[in-house]
């Protein structure tokens, strides 16, 4: 008879070869055994596992091929923030961000720069304890992703288990997950069979299959996964960030292929001549170059500006141009009731994308591009950025073209516009009375920044204004949960998680609420300069334009849209009724209180028991302190929550003083 260390260690055995012959078919491109060899071994294990389900880990071969459905993705933090890139589209904008990281530097003259290709697909981050994938998230809004690890399992190129000894504790990986070209081929063959749309190219091939609740599904597409980078590390793995790509490649990674290290702006431009030139053979799309520098120290000492790193940045194709018809044109009135016209365009598939729609900005634009209605024109798009109409091709004009003339009256409202001085936009005057500029008022008071209230979409918003449910952003707190479940496909519990969320959302920060009002030009930065400042909504409301103008950042233009919403009859009425929905805040700290961080730069890890991170990062910029990603030698405190990460570390080698949850609270 075996016993069950018998079955235990045969099972081990199995799936060790299973791992490595994975990796040699999958990554390394080099079977060892044939097909039948490895699907006999695999059976073995299926069977032992049937037989000995205790036996079943989450790092096994055999959980490859998907999980039972799943209602919804579920919420992850990201320890350590995922960032995008900043964009360069020329040699001059090249040299330029050399530049700005030169100045930066003292020692710059032996800067190391390492090229790499920039995969078309999805930015995943894989989260490996003790070696063994416990969990895979999307980028998200760089803060929180969606946990997408039943899916990721079922990536052959994404290993279970990290092949090699000498792994961290705690590491997370990061890369692209993308859809190779043969297989986006062969997929949407195979949809076109079935008489289903088709997708438009890989990447959202790829984004579709990732984001299926049904990781069955995920298991059939054709997905693989390039490693470019790392988030949070239990320990520090590599000095450069070409020894982090050989080190990922080690523990059975693909990564980021074609890499290069240069020196220069010019080197940097040669590599991407030549990737120009590459960029067909692959079996892959990509998008452009990214430069990134290869000393990790560097790009430590470099940080973040918003929410890119000034230590790299993406050099894109050109953007594809096509030609098409303008239609017609459109003027779509924005929230502060600026109108701006919009070429409806004959569909076209601009580089996979069908575009349809293209902004002209502004009247001044199209005179200067004199654009027709008829006119054939270039649209042009790279990467995301949202499509526009490059140039007219006037060999192409014919007689019966028309001029776009500027409206005199708002397309929704009605209202005779008006034209601000010195600005080139034309706006519609109607303000809350206009449906359009309402729509987007409220859509802003209830976004995330703002009032956050989830559940609360443009679709809903629209439906609400359009039937007169509601007028203002007060109206929302007046809503029931009976006349939202009425409404045309709204379910009882939709409904009611509105009704909470809106509940939820009453209790708010004053700058917040101040941000979520709307007032032109006064965005989240603003709007926490001013709560700091005055401390309370009475004594911003009745600041006069020299009080205004005290506050950093608020210059006389500012002050005075601050002054001419607060002086509106109708913005005050609004204002009382939310207050009277119980909005509330806590009180801001008194001004003797409100510098006592001022100057002090403040970085978060870990999770604080006490208090989500968002609250934490805006307690701390209530007392003035500056919060910043990474640890620097210029940070102040390191505040340290459960679970830190290696920012923890970094602190403790650059001797940044550590502030545990208790400490960090006695500041308030
Ligand atoms: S590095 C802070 N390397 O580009 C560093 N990103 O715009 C950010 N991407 O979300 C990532 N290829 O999805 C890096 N070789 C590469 C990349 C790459 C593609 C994507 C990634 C990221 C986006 C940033």
């Not at 890989?202 to 997905?223: E, F, H, V």
């Not at 028991?609 to 940070?635: C, D, I, N, P, W």
Request: hydrophobic letters at 40%.
């Amino acid at each position: 008879m075996k016993s069950l260390i018998d079955f235990f260690e045969r099972v081990e055995k199995l799936r060790e070869q299973l791992n490595v012959h994975n990796y040699r078919y999958y990554v390394l491109d080099d079977p060892s055994i044939t097909d039948a060899e490895y699907d006999r071994l695999f059976h073995e294990l299926l069977d032992l596992e049937e037989l000995h389900p205790e036996l079943k880990t989450s790092d096994s071969p055999t959980q490859r091929v998907g999980a039972a459905p799943l209602a919804e993705f579920q919420p992850v933090p990201h320890s350590i923030s995922m960032l995008s890139l900043s964009n360069v589209f020329d040699f001059n904008e090249l040299q330029a961000f050399d530049k700005r990281i030169k100045d930066r530097i003292k020692n710059a003259n032996s800067i190391e720069y390492i090229c790499e290709p920039k995969l078309d697909g999805l930015a995943i981050s894989l989260r490996y304890e003790q070696g063994v994938l416990v969990q895979a998230a999307t980028r998200g809004d760089g803060q929180t992703g969606e946990n997408v690890t039943d899916n990721c399992r079922t990536i052959k190129t994404i290993p279970l288990k990290l092949i090699n000894h000498n792994i961290p504790n705690i590491l997370e990986v990061r890369g692209e997950v993308y859809m190779p070209l043969s297989g986006f081929t062969k997929l949407n063959e195979f949809i076109l069979e079935k008489n289903e749309k088709p997708f438009a190219n890989p990447r959202n091939a790829a984004a579709g299959s990732l984001r299926q609740l049904d990781s069955k599904i995920t298991a059939i597409r054709p997905l693989a996964f390039f490693a470019y980078g790392i988030g949070e590390t239990s320990e520090v793995i590599a000095e450069t960030h070409s020894e982090v790509l050989k080190r990922l490649s080690s523990l059975g990674f693909c990564v980021s292929p074609g890499y290069q290290i240069v020196q220069g702006a010019q080197f940097c431009q040669d590599y991407y001549e030549q990737l120009i030139q590459k960029r067909h053979t692959f079996d892959y799309e990509i998008d452009g170059m990214v430069i990134k520098i290869n000393s990790l120290a560097l790009q430590i000492e470099l940080g973040f500006i918003s929410r890119s790193p000034r230590w790299a940045t993406a050099y894109k194709f050109p953007a594809a141009e096509v030609t098409t018809i303008v239609e017609s044109v459109d003027f779509q009135v924005g929230r502060t009731g600026a109108l701006t016209p919009v070429a409806r365009l004959k569909p076209v598939s601009v580089a996979g994308v069908i575009v349809s729609n293209a902004t002209l900005h502004n009247m001044d634009e199209i005179a200067r591009k004199d654009i027709r209605i008829g006119d054939t024109v270039i649209v042009r798009r790279a990467g995301d950025v949202i499509p526009e109409v490059a140039r007219v091709v006037l060999e192409c004009r014919q007689h019966n073209t028309k001029t776009i003339e500027s409206p005199t009256h708002c397309p929704i409202c009605q209202s005779a516009v008006e034209k601000i001085e010195g600005e080139s936009a034309i706006r519609c005057p109607g303000g809350l009375h206009c449906s359009a500029q309402c729509k987007e008022m409220i859509r802003h008071f209830a976004s995330r920044k703002a009032m956050d209230i989830e559940g609360l979409g443009d679709k809903l918003i629209e439906q609400l204004v359009d039937k007169s449910l509601i007028k203002t952003a007060a109206d929302l707190f007046q809503l029931s949960f009976n006349r939202l479940a009425s409404l045309e496909r709204m379910a009882e519990k939709s409904a009611k998680n509105i009704i909470d969320s809106l509940e939820k959302s009453k209790n708010t920060s004053l700058n917040r609420f101040i941000f979520s009002l709307g007032i032109r030009d006064v965005g989240e930065t603003t709007a926490l300069s001013l709560a700091q400042y005055f401390g309370d909504l009475t004594a911003i409301m009745q600041a006069t334009t020299e009080d205004l103008l005290a506050v950093n950042d608020v210059g006389p233009i500012v002050a005075e849209n601050i002054r001419a919403f607060f002086d509106d009859s109708h913005n005050q009425q609004v204002i009382r009724e939310l207050l009277a929905a119980n909005i509330h805040w806590p009180a801001m700290p008194q001004k003797s209180a409100e510098n006592k961080l001022s100057g002090k730069t403040f970085v978060l890890t870990g999770t604080l028991s006490s208090m989500s991170r968002e609250e934490a990062k805006e307690k701390l910029q209530a007392l003035g302190a500056k919060l910043s990603e990474s640890v620097s030698k210029k940070t102040n405190y390191v505040v340290a929550g459960e679970e830190p990460g290696s920012k923890l570390q970094k602190a403790q080698t650059l001797g940044v003083s550590i502030l545990g949850e208790i400490e960090f609270l006695k500041l308030f």
